[in-house]
């Protein structure tokens, strides 16, 4: 049930290095630093020296976990981004380097450069919010779906479901008295997310923004903007939709019907994929438990997840996942 520990992957990313990191490419921080809230990667706002300013007077830098992507990966999601601001969708793209690339490497740390872009939370529960971020997805998927990731990975059955499931049972991170239990319940549920994809048939897949939830949507007086493309990955179009349905099946339905009265102005939707929510759903909650374990030697986790890895948490997951099966037997939502 212990986690074996390895070295914290940002021990040595300091203030100064920081600073330094962004020196080394031609941006000059008056020493005043803001780190942002980012578990994955670290995310600092670096404020610009008066005489270093020009075009910005604050910039974000961002240092990718080391090992998790391969350069060509980011390269590819960098490319993505900027290919969706060219076709002026409002998001925010990595600035371009003093080499003409947009990763750079000091210190053994690949990062990352970006203009400051503020905003705040969108009111998912208005719907002219939900109808205005379908639209804003529709382009998202518009650009997409006009070329492939040759990079980045797909979201499926086994890099969501399996390959965490095993990761998790191969360390013993189960508690022993729970681990017949989980591992009876998640070979359940995956059994039910196979069922899913058999109803929904041959479905089309696309380049998506992979994590769309409204943590990574900001609100300014132009609208919404997406960041973080991070997770960017190959998948279905329904798994940038289902993350912004919440509430008894009435209220998702709703809310299903108002995000797609805006995302069909610019991209069709397939609703043989509305076969899909609760199965992805349930990839997710699966896929989670090992992302948190897989970082426990970051000391950000610990401290912002204790209660990961207890007795009371596998027992959860145990009841998070039987609600799951049952759900993944009900029939999908419908598009009227």
Same mark, same amino acid.
């Given at each position: 049930?212990?986690?074996?520990?390895?070295?914290?992957?940002?021990?040595?990313?300091? @203030?100064?290095?920081?600073?330094?990191?962004?020196?080394?490419?031609?941006?000059?921080?008056?020493?005043?630093?803001?780190? %942002?809230?980012?578990?994955?990667?670290?995310?600092?706002?670096?404020?610009?020296?008066?005489?270093?300013?020009?075009?910005?007077?604050?910039?974000?830098?961002?240092?990718?976990?080391?090992?998790?992507?391969?350069?060509?990966?980011?390269?590819?999601?960098?490319?993505?981004?900027?290919?969706?601001?060219?076709?002026?969708?409002?998001?925010?793209?990595?600035?371009?380097?003093?080499?003409?690339?947009?990763?750079?490497?000091?210190?053994?740390?690949?990062?990352?450069?970006?203009?400051?872009?503020?905003?705040?939370? @969108?009111?998912?529960?208005?719907?002219?919010?939900?109808?205005?971020?379908?639209?804003?997805?529709?382009?998202?998927?518009?650009?997409?779906?006009?070329?492939?990731?040759?990079?980045?990975?797909?979201?499926?059955?086994?890099?969501?479901?399996?390959?965490?499931?095993?990761?998790?049972?191969?360390?013993?991170?189960? @508690?022993?008295?729970?681990?017949?239990?989980?591992?009876?319940?998640?070979?359940?549920? =995956?059994?039910?997310?196979?069922?899913?994809?058999?109803?929904?048939?041959?479905?089309?897949?696309?380049?998506?923004?992979?994590?769309?939830?409204?943590?990574?949507?900001?609100?300014?007086?132009?609208?919404?903007?997406?960041?973080?493309?991070?997770?960017?990955?190959?998948?279905?179009?329904?798994?940038?939709?289902? %993350?912004?349905?919440?509430?008894?099946?009435?209220?998702?339905?709703?809310?299903?019907?108002?995000?797609?009265?805006?995302?069909?102005?610019?991209?069709?939707?397939? @609703?043989?994929?509305?076969?899909?929510?609760?199965?992805?759903?349930?990839?997710?909650?699966?896929?989670?438990?090992?992302?948190?374990?897989?970082?426990?030697?970051?000391?950000?986790?610990?401290?912002?997840?204790?209660?990961?890895?207890?007795?009371?948490?596998?027992?959860?997951?145990? =009841?998070? =996942?039987?609600?799951?099966?049952?759900? %993944?037997?009900?029939?999908?939502?419908?598009?009227?």
């Amino acid at each position: 049930m212990s986690i074996e520990a390895t070295p914290a992957p940002y021990a040595g990313l300091t @203030p100064e290095r920081v600073l330094a990191a962004l020196d080394s490419v031609g941006w000059f921080g008056d020493g005043r630093l803001l780190a %942002m809230n980012s578990y994955e990667n670290r995310v600092y706002q670096v404020w610009l020296d008066e005489a270093a300013q020009s075009d910005h007077v604050a910039l974000v830098i961002k240092f990718y976990r080391p090992e998790r992507w391969t350069d060509a990966q980011i390269h590819e999601e960098h490319a993505f981004v900027r290919e969706l601001a060219e076709h002026e969708v409002p998001v925010v793209a990595p600035l371009t380097l003093p080499d003409g690339g947009t990763v750079a490497s000091f210190s053994g740390f690949r990062f990352a450069v970006y203009p400051r872009r503020g905003g705040r939370a @969108p009111e998912l529960e208005d719907l002219s919010t939900l109808e205005w971020i379908g639209r804003f997805i529709g382009r998202i998927h518009a650009v997409g779906g006009i070329a492939r990731f040759s990079q980045r990975p797909a979201i499926d059955v086994e890099s969501f479901g399996e390959e965490p499931r095993d990761y998790l049972l191969a360390r013993g991170l189960v @508690p022993a008295d729970l681990a017949p239990a989980w591992s009876s319940t998640v070979a359940q549920a =995956l059994a039910g997310v196979r069922r899913c994809y058999e109803r929904a048939g041959n479905i089309a897949t696309l380049r998506l923004h992979g994590d769309c939830h409204a943590g990574n949507i900001l609100w300014d007086r132009d609208g919404p903007h997406f960041v973080d493309f991070d997770d960017c990955r190959t998948g279905p179009a329904v798994q940038d939709l289902w %993350m912004l349905l919440s509430g008894e099946r009435a209220e998702m339905q709703h809310q299903l019907h108002t995000v797609l009265e805006g995302y069909e102005r610019f991209c069709a939707f397939d @609703p043989r994929e509305l076969h899909l929510v609760e199965a992805l759903r349930t990839l997710r909650l699966i896929h989670y438990c090992a992302w948190l374990a897989r970082r426990w030697d970051d000391p950000a986790f610990p401290v912002a997840f204790p209660w990961f890895n207890t007795q009371r948490y596998w027992q959860d997951r145990i =009841l998070e =996942l039987r609600e799951q099966i049952a759900a %993944m037997d009900e029939p999908p939502l419908d598009i009227g």
